[in-house]
C-alpha cells in the first residue's frame, strides 16, 4: 500500500520570503511523484512530477521539488513566494507503472502574508 | 483546448434523495476517474475507467453508488441514497494513458450539501 504524509496543515509565509512545503512518502515499490495546486473552488493543477532521472525536478510558477529516495520525501520550494501563491497544496504518489492510481496526502494551506 | 467539464457545480438535497453528477473529460482522454475530497483531506479516487470498462472501483461503495461511462466518453455518477456523510467534493479527472506517471486533469468539482 500507498500513502503521504505532508507534515504541516498550514503555513503562513510573508510575501518575497522562501518557502518549503513537506512530503513524505511510503510505498513498497518505485513511485511516482506529484504536487498539485488547488485554488478557491478550483479543481486541482499538476505544478510538477518526478518520474525519473534527476532528483531535481522544476514546475511552474517557479515551484521546485527534490527527490530523496533515502529519505522518502518530496519536498516543494520556492524562493519567493507570492500573494497569488495563496492556495491548497496536494502533494501525491502513483506506484509504478501501470497503475494509475493517485494517493494524495491531506494537503498543506500556503498563506501569503503582504 | 476545453478543460474536464462538470455539472452542476453545486448541489444541495434532502438524505435518503437521489443525486447524480455529470463529467466530459477532455477529448482524446482514455482514463477517467471519480474522487470524493471532503473537507480538509486529499481526494480519494472512487472509481477508474479505462475506456468503457471500470478498472478500479475497490473504493466505490457499491451499495449506494453507480457509475457510469457510456461510449468511453461521458460518465454519470449517481448516489442514491444520499446521506449525511457524502457532503463532500466530487471531482472528475481524465488522462490520456501511454506510459506510466500520466498527468490527471482534474475539473472544478461538484460541491454536494446532504441535509
Known amino acids: 500500500a500507498q500513502s503521504v504524509t505532508q507534515l504541516d496543515s498550514q503555513v503562513p509565509v510573508f510575501e518575497e520570503a522562501p518557502v518549503e512545503l513537506r512530503c513524505n512518502y511510503s510505498?513498497?515499490?518505485?513511485?511516482?511523484l506529484f504536487w498539485y495546486v488547488q485554488y478557491p473552488n478550483q479543481g486541482l493543477q499538476l505544478l510538477l512530477k518526478?518520474?525519473?532521472?534527476?532528483?531535481l525536478v522544476k514546475g511552474i510558477n517557479g515551484f521546485e521539488a527534490e527527490f530523496n529516495k533515502s529519505q522518502t520525501s518530496f519536498h516543494l520550494r520556492k524562493p519567493s513566494v507570492h500573494i497569488s501563491d495563496t492556495a491548497e497544496y496536494f502533494c501525491?504518489?502513483?506506484?509504478?507503472?501501470?497503475?494509475?492510481?493517485?494517493?494524495f496526502g491531506t494537503g498543506t494551506r500556503l498563506t501569503i502574508i503582504p | 483546448e476545453a478543460g474536464v467539464v462538470q455539472s452542476p457545480r453545486y448541489k444541495i438535497i434532502e438524505k435518503k434523495q437521489p443525486v447524480a453528477f455529470w463529467c466530459n473529460p477532455i477529448?482524446?482522454?482514455?482514463?477517467l476517474y471519480w474522487y470524493r475530497q471532503n473537507l480538509g483531506q486529499g481526494p480519494e479516487l472512487l472509481i477508474r475507467?479505462?475506456?468503457?470498462?471500470?478498472?478500479?472501483d475497490s473504493q466505490l461503495p457499491k451499495d449506494r453508488f453507480s457509475a457510469e461511462r457510456l461510449k468511453g466518453v461521458d460518465s454519470t455518477l449517481k448516489i442514491q441514497p444520499a446521506e449525511l456523510g457524502d457532503s463532500a467534493v466530487y471531482l472528475c479527472?481524465?488522462?490520456?494513458?501511454?506510459?506510466?506517471?500520466?498527468?490527471?486533469?482534474f475539473g472544478p468539482g461538484t460541491r454536494l450539501t446532504v441535509l
Open positions: 518526478y518520474l525519473s532521472g534527476s532528483t
Open positions: 477529448s482524446g482522454h482514455n482514463t
Open positions: 501525491a504518489v502513483m506506484s509504478g507503472f501501470g497503475n494509475e492510481k493517485l494517493t
Open positions: 475507467y479505462e475506456n468503457e470498462e471500470a478498472v478500479d
Open positions: 479527472a481524465s488522462s490520456l494513458v501511454n506510459s506510466g506517471g500520466n498527468e490527471q486533469f
Open positions: 510505498s513498497s515499490v518505485s513511485v511516482y
